[in-house]
């Protein structure tokens, strides 16, 4: 056994978008009620990759019948993206990843919610605020940026810096 970045670390696995897919079928197995010691994965061989992986991986679960594939994960590269563009007729290129000449920053705004205070204050109504706050998009919030929002809710107007 090891953990997913000691095996990023070790190069075991070659990317993180691998080990993050490993973690998220294995939290999905074991929500199922599967046995996590009925659980293993095992990377395939040279031989038993397509020839346009880069990387494979079973997950196998174990049953009455021994050990079965169930799941695989791969790192199928670029290799369908370039075919397509290459029969192409109008000469298009697709990519997976295009970088920018020149990074881009952006500042962004993230409203900081004091839950255990909202939770005083509206009771069984401080789910649907905080549902609403955390939909806010960062249009409205970088022009309504004066730090302060004003929560009109029910007979309740209450100041966002008490929250």
Known sequence: QISISDALDRSVISNGYIGYYMIKIHQFLMNI????????????LDHEKAHYSRECWDVELYTNHGWIETIGIANRTDYDLKKHSLKSSNNKQFYIHKPFKQPIEKNMMKIKINKPIL???FKNKSKLIIDHLNNLNNDY??????????LLYDDFKKNSDSL
């Open 119 to 121: 939770g005083k204050t």
């Open 141 to 150: 919030l970088d022009n309504n940026s004066d730090d302060k929002i004003n």
């Open 33 to 44: 009620g599967i046995d996590k010691n009925k659980i293993r994965y095992r990377q395939q």
